[in-house]
């Protein structure tokens, strides 16, 4: 019953491309219009078609991860776009799932209630793990958010500074500013505000592991005066700063304190002060984290929608100064980070066993697909008291454009 149940749902799911699927019984189906390559998925666990039809998410990665679902070649990209692809152009689900898509929603208040400890804990269970394992496929600043291409073939290195570049272009940083780096990682956006912009830095992280490496490289470089690394909560800060940054921490706050956090940032800082939120959201209206993501990734996470962000915003006297949406440039990043990954797998196991090296293989390769395929991207949003705080058109981030456009006036 469960095997033609799941043949019923992948024919209603995949209408373009070619899957096929051998199911472990013997018996073989293939599913879409027979175009493209086909990709060849093999199922052997025979419980796996009732976790699939019961939870396809979470079911599909686990399979993946315990080698209970093969593909030919590996080509996890391949099976993951075809589905994104079909996912999206879909018409609906099928019936019975809809119910446990309304009860993850009704139920992610209570998912990402996100108070100090609970925090603490959900970033632990990601950035407790061994830093060899970021090694792997990280670039050298260990820049674990979204780089900003700009311009075919840039490297990795090169898009990740030119995305802390755009970033303080935006902060409209001077030197002396006091900034405060909420979430700042292991410490690489700080560090070059204060090297290379002359600010004075305070960055904030639940991560004892990033806190630790953060601190190392600011004495290294001889920034320790000009940089402090607290191992604390964005909600125990209490000073104010002229500029607040945030790249890739917001996902982490949680939908029922949302209205905190941009309390937070209204109240940390000045008013003629300019904030930078960076974030991975959804291009859809609000909704649930995958269970697979939020079980073995990144629990409590949440990606919002924007009319989510900006209804919190326009509750905390903040001035949405500038909002950009960044499309495809996190799908180039982790694509750079999958080859990176794979370049340097025969390392992996020597940190992690074979299951943990397969989920974060499936793990980058889902989201790579769900940017490159599904309704995601990156938001900057600028914050101000006083919208003449920042200039008022965007000339001041593309300087050499904006020379151009003058010269062809005059």
Sequence with gaps: MWSRLLVAMLEKMFRTGTLAVHFPDGSSDTFGDGTGATVTVRLTDPDLARRILLNPEMA???AYMDATLTIDDDNLRGLLALALRNMTNAQGGVWWQAPLDHGRTALRWWRQFNPASRARANVAHHYALSAKLYELFLDDDKQYSCAYFAYPGQSLEDAQA???AHIANKLCIEPGMQVLDIGCGWGGMALTLARDDGARVVGGTLSAEQHKSATERARAAGLSDQVEFRL??????RETFDRIVSV???EHVGV???RKYFRNVSDRLAPDGGALI????RMRPPGSTSPWIDKYIFPGGYCPS???MTKAIEKEELYACDVEILRLHYAETLRHWTERFEANIEA???LYDDRICRMWRYYMAACEMTFRHGRQAVFQVQLAHDQAAVPLTRDYLYPAESAAVQHAAE
């Design 60 to 62: 599909v990665g686990e």
């Design 162 to 164: 030119a995305k802390k």
């Design 232 to 237: 604390t909560d964005y909600r125990r800060v």
């Design 248 to 250: 890739g921490m917001f």
């Design 256 to 258: 029922s304190h949302y």
């Design 278 to 281: 960076h974030t991975i959201g």
């Design 306 to 308: 924007l009319s989510e």
């Design 348 to 350: 992996a196991p020597q």
